[in-house]
């Protein structure tokens, strides 16, 4: 009898976790160094109040992002996500309003993202359809499921129970920020302490040299397109809880400042490098970013400018160490 096991190589491994901890310091100190610039120009920045509220914005845009980083992480990609956040917001607060019952929601959100992200992964790993325009066409579909759905009605007004989700507190800081660091630490243990989270990096470095040694890279990228379904699900419930309502639009502003996230965290678009801290602290940074051009009286209609230009920066960059990396 031959008993085959696979395992990531050490050194992609370890050479990836060594590339990611400088990244980790370097973006510390872009966060230090803009803090340090909002004190002296936004009066009230180091409050308290204001420092939980920022880290509340930042919470919500990684909950969606933390999916996406494990995606592409694997070498795939998930244009869906904010589209797929609206259907389940959509169908999570019609089901709590009919119902009454905020769990009948929670399992409505979870499970269509699932399966939207399953859909997305049978889709790519199956079918062999290119992720982008797989991802792209279920953004559509997605959407326009909702449109449909919501019929331009909001749906609004939610049990308090329920707004505890997005608007609560527990020991002084907001529940947002508590979900984040829990899907934050699930996350960190299985990306850097189990053999799944190894063979993530594995295939997404080197497909072939993955598939070669036995991993099953196709079952595996589609199991991380169903978590990233169900992170944009969990994203769902916050959003609705937060703002109170729902609205076939909720989703759509959500893709850009999400890839930024990932990218800005230094996770490679092309695969195999990249860390779940990483992502919180793009989606700081980007959250800073904001309050930075609010403290200067920039323009709104600027600020999606400012995104693009960062997610530019942040490819040209990922671009430049993937280079650097081949040679």
Known sequence: MTIVTHHAPATTVSRSLSSDSIGLLVRLGLIAAICIFLT????????????LNILRQASLLFLIASGLTLVIIGGGLDLSIGANLTLCACLAAATIKATG????????????????????????????????????GMLWVAQGLAYRFMA???????PPGFRTWGIGFFLGVPVP?????????????????????????????????????????GRRRTLLYALSGAMAGLSALVYIARLNAAEPGIGEPLLLPAIAAVLVGGTSLFGGRGTIVGTFLGALILTLIVKALNALNVDAAWHPVVTGVTLLLALLADAALNRGGRK
């Open 177 to 217: 920020i508590w979900i984040a660091l829990a899907v934050g630490l699930c996350g960190l243990v299985f990306l850097a302490r189990t053999t799944l989270g190894r063979e993530v990096y594995f295939m997404g470095a080197n497909e072939t040299a993955a598939v070669l040694s036995g991993i099953p890279v």
């Open 101 to 136: 019952q905020p769990m009948a929601g929670v399992v409505v959100a979870l499970g269509c993202g699932t399966l939207v992200g399953l859909t997305n992964g049978v889709l790519i790993n199956r079918l062999k359809l290119p992720a982008f325009l797989a991802t792209f």
């Open 152 to 158: 331009g009605q909001t749906i609004y007004g939610f």
């Open 40 to 51: 002296f120009v936004s009066e009230g920045f180091a409050t308290t109040d204001n420092l």
